[in-house]
């Protein structure tokens, strides 16, 4: 379990670093007017920068940049984590569905550039993937997180998790508080926080609670990102 945690520590440090070493110009949200034309200006406006984003991507696959397959997994994993991090964070609230559902087709269309090994617009279209679920998170503000408990520790970034064994999911961190739900061996999670022996996680529809450290561990990478 020490190792899992020193794992834990090491692989957020390490993505952080890999977001920063990566990290593309932001997606700008547009802001239709407050009238009857405002509608179609945001859809000209949101056409117009796909198109452009298009455009990057053609660009990029052109050019073979030197983004290797790797680094555009790594980014892809990420934005994934971000995605999962927005939608388990906030559920189905009216305010992140927009966000979540365009940082996925992004995802997608990242999935697909690094299926044609165009590592570079793979790699572009990721960041921009986790931009966006970042922008989504601020907008919400923070009302929506669950507050840190005494102890609890923070990871720099979401980790990827999956249960290593057939396990309960808690209320709280410790045995004796309510179960939420139960997880199956190989269940992909993504992890928050942990307090001592327990780490906060969330399954890929949202459900989260806390699972004790010996019932979890690593989830591997694999290409695309997933």
Do not use: H
Request: hydrophobic residues 45%.
């Amino acid at each position: 379990m020490r190792a899992l945690l020193g794992w834990l520590g090491c692989a957020t440090l390490g993505a952080s670093l890999v977001a920063c070493a990566s990290r593309s110009a932001p997606v700008t949200p547009s802001v239709a007017k407050d009238s009857a034309a405002g509608g179609s200006v945001a859809v000209r406006t949101a056409s117009a920068r796909d198109s452009a984003r298009q455009e990057v991507v053609r660009a990029l696959a052109k050019l073979q940049t030197v983004a290797s397959r790797a680094e555009a997994a790594s980014a892809m994993a990420e934005a994934e984590i971000a995605v999962q991090s927005l939608r388990a964070a906030f559920g189905a609230q009216p305010a992140a569905t927009s966000d979540v559902t365009q940082a996925g087709t992004l995802l997608q269309q990242a999935s697909a550039e690094f299926a044609k090994q165009n590592y570079g617009g793979a790699l572009y279209l990721a960041n921009q993937a986790k931009s966006l679920a970042g922008l989504g998170r601020s907008r919400l503000g923070g009302p929506g997180r669950p507050p840190l408990r005494p102890g609890e520790v923070s990871f720099a970034v979401p980790v990827r998790l999956q249960a290593t064994a057939r396990g309960k999911v808690r209320e709280g961190p410790g045995g004796a508080y309510k179960v939420l739900f139960t997880v199956d061996p190989g269940t992909g999670l993504v992890g928050y926080s942990y307090v001592e022996q327990w780490v906060r996680v969330a399954d890929e529809s949202g459900r989260a609670g806390w699972m004790f450290l010996s019932l979890v561990g690593r989830r591997a990478t694999e290409p695309g990102g997933r």
